[in-house]
Nanobody
Framework: QVQLVESGGGLVQPGGSLRLSCAASGIIVRLNHMGWYRRAPGKQRELVAT???????NYVDSVKGRFTISRDNAKNTVYLRMNSLKPEDTADYYC?????????WGQGTQVTVSS
């Protein structure tokens, strides 16, 4: 049974930073293509960052240069470092494989960027 548990969200002022964590069990993250997704209020889910099993990363244009996806193989955990946060980054953030499996979704972690 796969479990992905996200954490690290919160309320942050514009320009601030957060690091999200995704602790995985039931899968080995270094052997899978992983992604961070977000769903903003009233919008569709968006894939914002990907990390291939080989270590290649990709980002949606809106977060390039500000977000960094990484993993800790020993902890079987995927991270999303978010810098220079903007109000439009406000969303629920989830990790999953890329492409995603519907039954892998966790509870997500909420990020609110507001002054």
């Amino acid at each position: 049974q796969v479990q992905l548990v996200e954490s690290g969200g919160g309320l942050v002022q514009p320009g601030g930073s957060l690091r999200l964590s995704c602790a995985a069990s039931g899968i080995i993250v270094r052997l899978n293509h992983m992604g961070w997704y977000r769903r903003a209020p009233g919008k569709q889910r968006e894939l914002v960052a990907t990390l291939s099993s080989g270590g290649s990363t990709n980002y949606v244009d809106s977060v390039k240069g500000r977000f960094t996806i990484s993993r800790d193989n020993a902890k079987n955990t995927v991270y999303l470092r978010m810098n220079s946060l903007k109000p439009e980054d406000t969303a629920d953030y989830y990790c999953n494989t890329n492409p995603y499996f519907a039954n892998y979704w966790g509870q997500g972690t909420q990020v609110t960027v507001s002054s």
